[in-house]
């Protein structure tokens, strides 16, 4: 027998349980979802129940409910009761009712996820733009100074440059060396989202030309299909760097698809003296309309300086869009 299959009879019971039998039933239930985890076969429509198990072979003796109700699985259809051939009743557990650290999440698909990882290094050269020596916004004048760093001229985004560490970096200024006023951002991950509307998951596929775009780029890789944990490992990784660079860690994080098309990711913020750092999705403002970047924002922080509290989203993506958008 499997070390799942295991568990799981053991939740099968008997007639007259306490109450105190049922909540440790049902924290059994809890312990055998995290050890299945997101991997697990669909689950049986109508919930997670003894019924359902019977029926779609899962491992059960009888037909009471493993405690005071059966788990609704994420491809649940029904939520009334249903009957066993004993005539119990078999109350269903609604996922809302488990706590968040045991309910199972599946994964948000996406199409594609181009990325190059970022490091200390690109922050720091990042972070210190605004305070090089102004290079005048004349084509002459940025050509000698990217030569001088080992950049070149870059189309992904609009009018940017790659720099020496292979990111793609976009300022509103011409000249982004010596511009303490200008905010610029710096993309290490690019997102082909699923659109879940699209019926036939196709979502627009003269993008892939975009994407490939992207993966020819010097020392990027493409993951194609990619998950919405593949996105968070990235921005995670990138994280790191940053918080590195600093010493600190954000200032606030937070979860949110408000920001930009795809699924819904995590955003962290950090704040200098006088710099705001937002890492996280944007929307990819370029001709392909429906792509997303993974990049790391750097904004004068006077753009408003004070960040909203814990837990107002709204303030905070209203916060993200003031320092990172234009």
């Not at 009879?9 to 995290?34: H, M």
């Not at 299945?36 to 919930?47: L, M, Q, S």
């Not at 720091?124 to 005048?136: K, Y």
Request: glycine share 8%; with cysteine.
């Amino acid at each position: 027998m499997s070390p799942i299959t295991r568990p799981m009879r053991r939740l099968v019971v008997s007639a007259g349980r306490s109450e105190e039998q049922q909540r440790q039933d049902q924290c059994l239930l809890a312990d055998v979802l995290r050890l299945v985890g997101p991997g697990w076969p669909r689950w049986p429509k109508g919930g997670l129940n003894s019924h359902s198990m019977r029926c779609s072979g899962w491992p059960a003796r009888t037909h009471r409910p493993c405690s005071a109700g059966a788990l609704h699985g994420p491809y649940s259809r029904g939520t009334s009761s249903k009957r066993s051939r004993r005539g119990d009743r078999l109350p269903l557990l609604a996922a809302r009712d488990m706590p968040t650290s045991t309910m199972v999440r599946m994964p948000t698909p996406v199409h594609a996820l181009v990325q190059r990882p970022l490091t200390t290094e690109a922050v720091a050269e990042l972070l210190a733009l605004p305070d090089d020596s102004p290079v005048p916004d004349d084509f002459d004048a940025v050509e000698e100074e990217l030569r001088r760093r080992g950049w070149e001229w870059e189309n992904m985004v609009c009018e940017s440059f790659r720099t020496g560490h292979g990111h793609v970096l976009c300022s509103e200024y011409a000249s982004p060396f010596g511009e303490p006023d200008a905010r610029s951002f710096l993309v290490f991950g690019e997102i082909y989202p699923v659109d879940p509307h699209d019926e036939d998951m196709r979502n627009e596929e003269w993008l892939n030309g975009y994407v490939e775009g992207w993966q020819k780029l010097p020392g990027w890789t493409c993951r194609r299909p990619s998950t919405d944990q593949d996105c968070e490992a990235v921005l995670a990784q990138a994280a790191r760097a940053v918080t590195e660079h600093l010493g600190t860690a954000p200032e606030r994080t937070f979860v949110s698809a408000a920001v930009a098309a795809g699924p819904t990711l995590t955003h962290r913020i950090w704040r200098t003296a006088t710099q705001a750092l937002i890492l996280g999705p944007a929307v990819d403002n370029g001709p392909y309309g429906y792509l997303t970047h993974l990049r790391l924002s750097c904004s004068p922080l006077g753009s408003g300086p004070d960040l909203p509290s814990v837990g107002d989203e709204d303030a905070l993506v209203s916060w993200i869009t003031t320092h990172a958008d234009w």
